[in-house]
């Protein structure tokens, strides 16, 4: 092939642009992402090579090389990986291929740091190089082909890019960046280790750099032949937990994380018995934009016998702990198993209830913590993943007990962090039940007209106002024995914490407004299923309920939200007999528009929206007049 010139795709321009433009901030970050370019390419030969040995060669020990050449202005890493045939080159080094990257351009910040972060995240890491260098230059022979095929692939990252054919006999990449003016100081034998050591030295291959030796007669230190590995070479989770320092633990974390945070917490075991294990999994400090996302892939990456398998093994994790990063190494599982025989496995069911209970216990840890800082740490997790974690309580059977107590909430009593056992502890004498409500914000449910006796007798109430309340709450009848009541479902009773007296006034007042009822019955037949008398109001002078059994009204707007259709039931109009607006009703003139605006009101407070707002107006309106 003789030499072409192709032009970059435009979302490659476009990263092209953000990274020499916005990263120079961090810009060592480079030697991290072409290392780990290297160090998946000694992967990914590793892997190949196990059905086929020839592959590598007459050089089976895997490693990468970092030179440096102050007088060229050049900065090498070498790996004898899998390397890129020609077409490789084109496609992998021009193109962006991942789908993810729409959502990484939509997700910038323009906030350097984060965006930092994110390039990793979406794997766009080989042209961090361009952030120091204003040409790169990839020599490669992809393991396999003849020496005669190899490729050179040049660029200074504007618009385009060359590639032509090269006769190259060593089997892997070499990436040489020709440094801006200005980035002189990356051209040291000792800035570039110390980069390796902080970013770089859990890669389990040996990366090794020319040795320095000072020439007294220079006075300059001069590059010797000899060449030593720099890293530790040594999987992190591989070494014994008593040998590893909570910093190491914490930049293993922003290595496969890609997060600039320290985690929140991390756990680290070997398992032995039926299944052999090790896993190090951690717990993020802070949510990824894309949390929500039930598709996006977990963050766990499975090796089997210290060699790396695959990222994202979603079959490692249920998806309600997603957010879950770390390494598992698999004793049992052969090297060569796949995705599918992944979802199978005896093996990886086990290592799967392992970790989700490892997790658990992590969490439990924080919550339950005798120091207030711990258990700060876990109102800040509940904060960011709490929505998540609920996913669970309907996910995972097995667990949910442990995860109904992991649960916080807001309630009347306190704004955030009650769990159940906190409403437990402070349930009325005679209580028996849970209360609870459901609205679209936690103002809209503080406002609720169904909770004004509650209110009144003192009695907690639960606030759920997160959208996957309802769904968990169709999976979770009870705590520890007390039934889960809504405030907005059925009649109140309120058993034992009404006294006779005020039952039998209720009663009475029933008695009294039965004519009433009726006429309201009859008017609001088609918007109502009943009318009653109801003492669970206190200011309002009505609500909506529904009967038990029903979808809420909130659930049946959840649903129109999401464009799917919510059964049809009528909601039941519940009236305060001693409201002032109610007993003006029976020597009202314009009775129907009263009744009518009634019910318009009571259905606005609950968050709901009218039919018919213009003849709402109209009928206020009226009244004001009249
Ligand atoms: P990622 O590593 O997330 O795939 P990069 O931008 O870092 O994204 O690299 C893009 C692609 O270029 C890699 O997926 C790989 O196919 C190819 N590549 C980069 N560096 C090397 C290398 N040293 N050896 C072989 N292939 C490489
Ligand atoms: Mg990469």
């Known amino acids: 092939m003789t030499k072409q010139t192709l032009s970059f795709q435009a979302e490659v321009k476009q990263i092209l642009h953000l990274v020499t433009h916005s990263l120079y901030s961090n810009k060592e970050i480079f030697l991290r992402e072409l290392i780990s370019n290297a160090s998946d390419a000694c992967d990914k030969l590793r892997f190949e090579a196990l059905h086929h040995a020839e592959l590598l060669e007459d050089a089976p020990n895997l490693e990468v090389r970092v030179a440096f050449d102050a007088e060229a202005k050049t900065i090498t890493i070498t790996d004898n990986g899998i390397g890129l045939s020609s077409e490789e080159a084109v496609a992998n080094l021009g193109t962006i291929a991942k789908s993810g990257t729409r959502e990484f351009m939509s997700a910038l910040a323009g906030d350097q740091k984060k965006d930092a972060q994110l390039i990793g995240q979406f794997g766009v890491g080989f042209y961090s190089g361009f952030i120091v260098a204003d040409r790169i230059t990839v020599e490669s022979r992809r393991a396999g082909l003849p020496a005669e095929q190899g490729v050179r692939w040049s660029s200074e990252g504007a618009g385009d890019f060359e590639v032509e054919t090269l006769t190259r006999a060593a089997r892997g990449t070499s990436v040489t960046l020709h440094l801006r003016d200005g980035e002189e100081e990356f051209l040291s034998g000792w800035k570039l280790k110390s980069i390796i050591g902080k970013y770089s030295d859990h890669i389990s291959l040996p990366i090794l750099m020319r040795k320095e030796e000072w020439d007294a007669e220079a006075s300059k230190q001069v590059l010797k032949d000899e060449w030593a590995p720099v890293n530790k070479a040594a999987a992190l989770w591989a070494r014994s937990k008593s040998e590893i320092t909570p910093e190491q633990y914490t930049e293993f974390y922003k290595q496969i994380s890609y997060d600039t945070e320290a985690p929140l917490a991390y756990t680290h075991n070997r398992v032995e018995g039926r299944s052999e294990y090790t896993q190090l999994l951690y717990v993020p400090a802070k949510a990824p934009f894309?949390?929500?996302?039930?598709?996006?892939?977990?963050?766990?990456?499975?090796?089997?016998?210290?060699?790396?398998?695959?990222?994202?093994?979603?079959?490692?994790?249920?998806?309600?702990?997603?957010?879950?990063?770390?390494?598992?190494?698999?004793?049992?599982?052969?090297?060569?198993?796949?995705?599918?025989?992944?979802?199978?496995?005896?093996?990886?069911?086990?290592?799967?209830?392992?970790?989700?209970?490892?997790?658990?216990?992590?969490?439990?840890?924080?919550?339950?913590?005798?120091?207030?800082?711990?258990?700060?740490?876990?109102?800040?997790?509940?904060?960011?993943?709490?929505?998540?974690?609920?996913?669970?309580?309907?996910?995972?059977?097995?667990?949910?007990?442990?995860?109904?107590?992991?649960?916080?909430?807001?309630?009347?009593?306190?704004?955030?962090?009650?769990?159940?056992?906190?409403?437990?502890?402070?349930?009325?004498?005679?209580?028996?039940?849970?209360?609870?409500?459901?609205?679209?914000?936690?103002?809209?449910?503080?406002?609720?007209?169904?909770?004004?006796?509650?209110?009144?007798?003192?009695?907690?109430?639960?606030?759920?106002?997160?959208?996957?309340?309802?769904?968990?709450?169709?999976?979770?009848?009870?705590?520890?024995?007390?039934?889960?009541?809504?405030?907005?479902?059925?009649?109140?009773?309120?058993?034992?914490?009404?006294?006779?007296?005020?039952?039998?006034?209720?009663?009475?007042?029933?008695?009294?407004?039965?004519?009433?009822?009726?006429?309201?019955?009859?008017?609001?037949?088609?918007?109502?299923?009943?009318?009653?008398?109801?003492?669970?109001?206190?200011?309002?002078?009505?609500?909506?309920?529904?009967?038990?059994?029903?979808?809420?009204?909130?659930?049946?707007?959840?649903?129109?939200?999401?464009?799917?259709?919510?059964?049809?039931?009528?909601?039941?109009?519940?009236?305060?007999?001693?409201?002032?607006?109610?007993?003006?009703?029976?020597?009202?003139?314009?009775?129907?528009?009263?009744?009518?605006?009634?019910?318009?009101?009571?259905?606005?407070?609950e968050g709901g929206q009218l039919e018919d707002p213009a003849a709402y107006v109209r009928r206020v309106n009226a009244l004001l007049l009249a």
């Open 290 to 605: 894309d949390l929500w996302n039930r598709d996006k892939r977990g963050g766990v990456k499975l090796y089997v016998k210290r060699v790396f398998i695959m990222d994202d093994a979603e079959a490692l994790m249920p998806v309600y702990l997603r957010f879950v990063k770390g390494v598992i190494d698999s004793a049992d599982l052969p090297l060569n198993v796949s995705r599918e025989l992944l979802q199978e496995s005896r093996d990886v069911k086990a290592i799967r209830e392992g970790s989700t209970k490892r997790v658990l216990g992590m969490l439990e840890a924080l919550a339950d913590s005798d120091d207030v800082a711990e258990r700060a740490k876990y109102a800040a997790f509940w904060k960011d993943f709490g929505v998540v974690l609920k996913e669970g309580v309907g996910e995972d059977h097995a667990n949910q007990e442990r995860l109904t107590k992991l649960l916080r909430f807001a309630s009347t009593h306190a704004d955030e962090g009650v769990s159940f056992a906190d409403y437990l502890s402070r349930m009325k004498e005679g209580q028996e039940a849970i209360y609870y409500i459901t609205a679209d914000s936690l103002a809209a449910a503080k406002s609720s007209p169904q909770l004004e006796i509650f209110r009144k007798k003192g009695i907690e109430v639960l606030l759920l106002v997160d959208r996957v309340d309802e769904w968990m709450l169709s999976h979770l009848y009870e705590f520890d024995g007390k039934p889960l009541q809504s405030v907005a479902k059925g009649s109140v009773d309120l058993g034992k914490l009404q006294d006779e007296a005020e039952k039998k006034q209720a009663e009475e007042a029933a008695t009294a407004f039965k004519p009433m009822l009726d006429r309201l019955k009859a008017t609001l037949k088609d918007r109502a299923k009943d009318v009653r008398v109801t003492t669970r109001l206190v200011d309002s002078p009505a609500c909506l309920v529904v009967e038990e059994g029903d979808m809420s009204g909130h659930l049946a707007r959840l649903l129109k939200q999401a464009g799917q259709s919510a059964p049809k039931s009528l909601p039941t109009l519940e009236v305060n007999a001693e409201h002032a607006l109610v007993k003006k009703l029976e020597a009202s003139a314009n009775f129907d528009d009263l009744a009518n605006i009634l019910f318009d009101q009571a259905l606005l407070a």
